[in-house]
DNA sequence: GCATTTCTGGACTTGTGAGTCCAGAAATGG
DNA sequence: CCATTTCTGGACTCACAAGTCCAGAAATGC
């Protein structure tokens, strides 16, 4: 399918209306009719854009909403290597979290787009990429004498990852960060004893 | 409403079967007419007893299967009071959660009962009890000079709790425990310096 | 054993939302 | 500028699942 200046400038419009809609309503579904009313276009449109219909734009939507997960992360992600940007990592991944409410938009969508082979695939590219950084900061930190060098990055930056999705996770039905925090502080504690 | 033994029984056999269902099949949604299928009852009786309909029938299952979490981890989760015992419950947690497989019954829940207050007023009641108890086994480790004493134990066992729930998370859609195992090890590390 | 309540079966209504279809407008390329 | 492709609007079909209703069976209690 070969797209226009126009027919990407649609297409675009589609994701992201659909996005900021799932981002806006704590409603965790959404309808094509949502789409439509938000993003001014026919159903004829989202089936034109989106063949596979329903389920091939909500996996165009979590890729986009996966790519903001990191890329809010930035530029504190890619650079950790001493303790303040470290810091400054934490502050930011609870500020976003905490900004974003009691609600996410890739979890309404794993529940919606649930079965699809292409969901998980989707949710384990970011965890991946998302645990590699981590462990890139973590070698560059040991490499400098700043961390405690007797246990393997990866592993460690798996724990990180888990922690911070534990502690989001349950800011859903909490309402705060309080968790989040307190296994981030214990996590990085660990690390530099 | 006063249910006669026969009643009860019945009531029992919808959400038993409903939560089985649940549990068995990887699909996150489930049709009152699936209930019916798997529990041989009619649709008047799944609103005799569920009058709310299908939210209220979901609820008293998110019930069911929050009880599970926690009596799952029974009894190592009750008598944290030497390391070895809690070796056997970061054991017993593992375990039970690989036998699981990819699929948690409980958030299938949330995302079909999502905006109803009952629904996260019990994810809420089953993470707060589950961290107290994590946390009296601190306390009593604290106190028998096993476990570090500088930190405060309800604090400590909120980082476990998110820890886990993180792993648990991330094995939904890796399908291993290795996050898991990974952030519980290094937490139990922590709490051991 | 009779009246009353609880329980059960299943046909029926109703709303909703995904996906189809086609006719026509707008853009593109030679 | 003309042929061809891409894009758009909206009415339509169709399936499915929640919830309603009522008549009759079974249990309960006095």
Chains 1, 2 share one sequence.
């Not at 794993?110 to 384990?124: F, L, M, N, Y």
Request: charged share 20%; hydrophobic share 40%; aromatic share 6%.
């Amino acid at each position: 399918m070969t797209l226009t200046a126009k027919g990407r400038a649609t297409r675009d419009r589609i994701v992201d209306g659909a996005a900021t809609f799932l981002r806006e309503n704590e409603l965790g579904d959404i309808t094509l009719d949502d789409v439509r009313a938000v993003t001014n276009t026919s159903k004829s449109q989202l089936f034109h854009y989106f063949p596979g219909g329903k389920e091939d734009l909500l996996l165009a939507v979590m890729h986009h909403e996966a790519d903001r997960v990191l890329s809010d992360q930035q530029p504190y992600l890619g650079t950790l290597d001493d303790w303040p940007a470290w810091n400054r990592w934490r502050d930011a991944v609870i500020a976003r979290y905490r900004a974003q409410g009691a609600h996410c938009p890739l979890n309404s969508l794993i529940g919606q787009v649930g079965t699809t082979p292409g969901a998980d695939e989707v949710v384990r590219a970011l965890l991946s990429q998302w645990q590699g950084l981590v462990a890139t900061g973590i070698r560059s930190m040991q490499d400098a004498g700043l961390m405690r060098t007797d246990l393997p990055a990866e592993r460690l930056a798996g724990a990180l990852v888990a922690g911070i999705q534990g502690g989001v996770v349950i800011m859903w039905s909490t309402g705060t960060t309080d968790h989040l925090e307190a296994v981030l502080d214990a996590l990085f504690d660990y690390l530099r004893a």
